[in-house]
T-cell receptor
């Protein structure tokens, strides 16, 4: 079946603009995760969803970041008033249930460049 | 807080040579341990995972990893590297029953020479 897909694959935006990143998880996966990967660094956790609920938003780096999930499917990560330090690859993952040991399947990511 | 250290930022090996990528974790209990591989333009792919039991785990693509509790390590190995193994490798830890994220190391970039 289809894996996790993300769109757009690349996004270049001007500082101060808002951007929306989309994630389509594997069908039937109830858990969904967002990570950020800065150049040369490991993955930084941002937020997870169980169904449509995000119980813990403490991983979001600032209040400019928000995320939602609808229909226990698609999720969007929104960054308002983008800053240059937001430039990174944003990765989405899904799993059939929440937490370890359920395997997280990753999408190819969205490369965001803020100029 | 748990942490993962991959001390080697970049490793270069010749095709056919053996490979060992190091991973150390810091955590009070035995976490669940993972190795992922990321090829250019691709998402992360799970190579193998350790939950319990036999400390030597086999994964895909001929990789294996050994959990050593005394050293808090989970090193990835492959006896003979292929050019297609060139990629970035990430070690990650997770907590049993935790709803939260995996914690990733900063990655090791592998270059394979012909």
């Amino acid at each position: 079946g289809a894996g996790v897909s993300q769109s757009p694959s690349n996004k270049v935006t001007e500082k101060g603009k808002d951007v929306e990143l989309r994630c389509d998880p594997i069908s039937g996966h109830t858990a969904l995760y967002w990570y950020r990967q800065r150049l040369g660094q490991g993955l930084e956790f941002l937020i997870y969803f169980q169904g449509n609920s995000a119980p813990d938003k403490s991983g979001l780096p600032s209040d400019r970041f928000s995320a939602e999930r609808t229909g226990e499917s698609v999720s969007t990560l929104t960054i308002q008033r983008t800053q240059q330090e937001d430039s990174a690859v944003y990765l989405c993952a899904s799993s059939e249930a929440l937490g370890v040991p359920y395997e997280q399947y990753f999408g190819p990511g969205t490369r965001l460049t803020v100029t | 807080a748990q942490s993962v250290t991959q001390p080697d930022i970049h490793i270069t090996v010749s095709e056919g040579a053996s490979l060992e990528l190091r991973c150390n974790y810091s955590y009070g209990a035995t976490p669940y341990l993972f190795w992922y591989v990321q090829s250019p333009g691709q998402g992360l792919q799970l190579l193998l995972k350790y939950f319990s039991g036999d400390t030597l785990v086999q994964g895909i693509k001929g990789f294996e990893a050994e959990f050593k509790r005394s050293q808090s390590s989970f090193n990835l190995r492959k006896p003979s590297v292929h050019w297609s193994d060139a990629a970035e490798y990430f070690c990650a830890v997770g907590l049993s029953g935790s709803a939260r994220q995996l914690t990733f190391g900063s990655g090791t970039q592998l270059t394979v020479l012909p």
